[in-house]
């Protein structure tokens, strides 16, 4: 590695000789956590737009690379991964996802597909379209982004995730096999989580076949559940500090199993929609701090764990 951690994009250099960058799209899915079928209100920290505040409105059309070039303007064709990200892209009928699916990966400008989705959302059928898809695509990049945030059932509960830690290892078992990169979201700094409880999180996850991982610091958003909360009693909450989502970060690093790619190290949120924290928003700042602490205390992703 060229890091102190296994970076997506060191990843990237590896596998296909070239950095990929993300296109974000909003493919006006729902999820089962608003739609009724196991609540309306979603999850607790989740903003209207389903997490696709910077996406790219889609439904199957025809994207030209002059639709997403002012993000990325340094690419070239096939230098992009469709990212399916608001809301959850494997809740709808299967022949919608198929055609959805298909649009990009026939697509000349995308090297391959994410997918983010949640464990409970993942039946036999999407498991069948994305073996189906696999063989049809064989030089095609397959990604599944599963939100897991947490594995501690108090937490869960609170966030309104939905689902028990026995369903994302039923998801887990059917995607093993599958040949597709799995990727993990996890949230930093949820309420009542101790710093002990975050990298319990991490160490049930390198018992696990996951590719790669994302992790999230906690964001309060206007308009949702829980920044509701926050400015009602903000006594009530610990917002984390920077110095002290350096250090998790770092020593998450550390206790990481060192073959489990780095997808995010903190995270986005539009500016006008935080209430805390503010210091996030630097995240050159961020960034070069973990990078700074990970040189100082001489840590390398996976030195705890490999220990």
């Keep these: 590695m060229d890091e102190r951690y296994y970076s997506f994009s060191y990843f990237c250099k590896k596998t296909f000789g070239r950095k990929l960058y993300r296109v974000a799209l909003d493919a006006h899915m729902t999820c089962p956590n608003r739609d009724g ?21 889609f439904d199957g059309q025809q994207l030209e690379k002059s639709d997403f070039i002012y993000n990325h303007d340094d690419g070239k064709e096939g230098d992009y991964i469709a990212y399916f990200q608001a809301y959850t892209n494997t809740y709808a009928p299967i022949e919608r996802l198929r055609r959805l699916y ?7 400008n995308f090297q391959g597909i994410s997918i983010a989705t949640r464990p409970d959302c993942m039946d036999d059928a999407v498991i069948a379209l994305l073996k189906e898809l696999k063989e049809k695509y064989p030089n095609k990049f397959f990604m599944v982004e599963l939100g897991l945030q947490t594995i501690h059932k108090d937490s869960s509960t609170y966030i309104r995730r939905g689902y028990e830690l026995e369903i994302f290892e039923e998801c887990m078992d059917k995607l093993k096999d599958l040949d597709i990169h799995v990727v993990v979201h996890v ?16 160490r049930y996850l390198n018992k696990q076949p996951i590719h790669g991982i994302k992790l999230q610091l906690l964001h309060y958003l206007k308009d949702t559940d829980l920044g509701d909360a ?5 006594e009530e909450f610990h917002v984390l500090s920077f110095e002290e989502y350096i250090d998790i970060v770092v020593t998450c690093i550390q206790e990481l199993r060192s073959d489990i790619v780095i997808h995010r190290l903190s995270g986005d949120g539009k500016k006008d929609d935080v209430i805390a924290p503010q210091w996030a928003f630097d995240k050159k700042k961020v960034l070069n701090t973990i990078r700074h602490t990970l040189k100082e205390r ?4 996976g030195k705890a764990y490999e220990a």
Excluded at 39 to 47: E, H, K, L, N
Excluded at 230 to 234: A, G, I, L, M, T
């Design 37 to 57: 079928k196991i609540d309306t209100r979603g999850c607790i920290f989740c903003s209207k737009k389903g997490s696709g505040e910077f996406a790219i409105s």
């Design 102 to 108: 298909t649009s990009v990966l026939d697509n000349p």
């Design 187 to 202: 949230i930093l700094g949820l309420p009542n989580e101790s710093k002990e409880m975050m990298l319990e999180t991490i």
């Design 230 to 234: 926050y400015n009602q009693k903000k």
């Design 298 to 301: 001489d840590i390398v992703q």
